[in-house]
């Protein structure tokens, strides 16, 4: 499934305003490569997708600089200016998805996390990972779980929020 079409202008732009041009990201969860649709002018990324047919299928490996068949828990990178948890999250536990985003605040400058809330979803598509493990997310979850973000746009059902490194 791809990412949720809420807010995609806003995080374009608001990405293209606080990056340099020829900065580097990770789009963790590419799925079928929206993130790339919407940034590939701006900046060099690359891909995390742990459902290798969507690899294939969405031809990924044309669009990415690189594309890593993983998971993002546990994956091992040296730094992107960048990291995109866009629509990712919720199908991660907990531990896994806070152990992700520490990973990241060590390796980035920057995260976005795109997030629906109270969405109860199961497998899709042929894809056991499409499963919402956090269906009970809100604002108030969100920030309780995940610390230091900052929400830039809170569409009722769906926000998206951001780190910064100081």
């Not at 041009?21 to 079928?32: E, F, H, R, Y």
């Not at 400058?109 to 109270?118: D, G, N, Q, R, T």
Request: hydrophobic share 35%; charged share 25%; proline share 2%.
């Amino acid at each position: 499934m791809s990412s949720y079409e809420k807010g995609k202008k806003e995080i374009r732009d608001y990405i293209i305003l606080n990056l340099p041009q020829g900065s580097t990201g990770l789009d963790v969860g590419a799925c079928d490569g929206e993130y790339w649709n919407l940034l590939h002018d701006h900046l060099i990324l690359d891909g995390c997708e742990i459902f290798v047919p969507n690899i294939v299928q969405h031809h990924l490996t044309d669009k990415y600089r690189l594309i890593h068949p993983s998971s993002i828990y546990g994956f091992e990178y040296d730094y992107y200016d960048i990291v995109i948890f866009g629509d990712v999250i919720e199908h991660m536990t907990v531990e896994e998805a806070q152990a992700s985003i520490e990973y990241a605040k060590f390796h980035s400058s920057m995260i976005v996390v795109a997030v629906p809330f109270l969405y109860k979803q199961d497998a899709m598509y042929g894809n056991k990972y499409e499963r919402h493990i956090q269906d009970d997310l809100t604002d108030k979850v969100f920030n309780d779980r995940y610390k230091g973000f900052e929400k830039l746009y809170d569409f009722g059902n769906y926000a998206y929020y951001v780190w910064k490194k100081l």
